[in-house]
Structure formats: structure tokens, C-alpha cells
């Protein structure tokens, strides 16, 4: 049974980083495409990073050359480092997985895995 588990979150102020991971169970095929995804209420779900098989990786712009997606492979763990932190990334962050496709999306319904999902709150 394949499962996903987020950590890392928390509170801190603007400017300032976190590291979220998620650890992956049940599942030894790597050639997949992971994403991070974050959602605030009231609003959908949105692709924040992604990352394929060969490393390749895409940002929405609100985060890029703030945020780096990467993942280890042997541990089965994907990672999210957030710097520069704003109140606007202030959000539920979480992780997903796809068996199916080799190229990088964010579209939700292809993501059949989803983590818990882990709370980020940035403070100005």
C-alpha cells in the first residue's frame, strides 16, 4: 500500500525558510513524477514544484528561485526547501505521486497518491 507522509511545516516569519519532506512507503518504482501542491481554504488545490524520473523540475513563478524541489530516491523521500518565505505562501503544502505519466504536470486528477498533508504559516 503505497503511502505518503509530510513534515516539516510550521510557523515562521516572512523571510524565513523551511524544509518539507515527505517519505514514501510501499512502492519501489522510481520512474514516476512527484509534485508539491498547496491550498489555502476556499480555493483549489495549486502546483507548486515538481520534479520527474530524470530530475527534471518546473516551479509556478510565484515561487521560482525561492523553492527547490529534489528528492532521494533511496530513501523514497521527496523534499521542498522554502526560502524567502511570505505571508502569501501561507498554505496547506502537499505531497503527490504519479505512476502513469513520465512528463511533468500539475494536473490533480493524474496524481493518484496525495499526502496529509502539512500546514506552512508565515507571519509578516
Known amino acids: 500500500q503505497v503511502q505518503l507522509v509530510e513534515s516539516g511545516g510550521g510557523s515562521v516569519q516572512a523571510g524565513g525558510s523551511l524544509r518539507l519532506s515527505c517519505a514514501g512507503s510501499g512502492y519501489t518504482n522510481n520512474r514516476n513524477v512527484m509534485a508539491w501542491f498547496r491550498q489555502t481554504p476556499g480555493k483549489e488545490r495549486e502546483g507548486v514544484a515538481v520534479i520527474d524520473s530524470d530530475g527534471s523540475t518546473t516551479y509556478v513563478d510565484s515561487v521560482k528561485g525561492r523553492f527547490t524541489i529534489s528528492k532521494d530516491n533511496a530513501k523514497n523521500t521527496l523534499y521542498l526547501q522554502m526560502n524567502t518565505l511570505k505571508p502569501e505562501d501561507t498554505a496547506m503544502y502537499y505531497c503527490?505521486?504519479?505512476?502513469?505519466?513520465?512528463?511533468?504536470?500539475?494536473?490533480?486528477?493524474?496524481?493518484?497518491?496525495w499526502g496529509q498533508g502539512t500546514q506552512v504559516t508565515v507571519s509578516s
Open positions: 503527490a505521486l504519479d505512476f502513469n505519466h513520465a512528463s511533468k504536470h500539475f494536473y490533480v486528477p493524474w496524481y493518484h497518491y
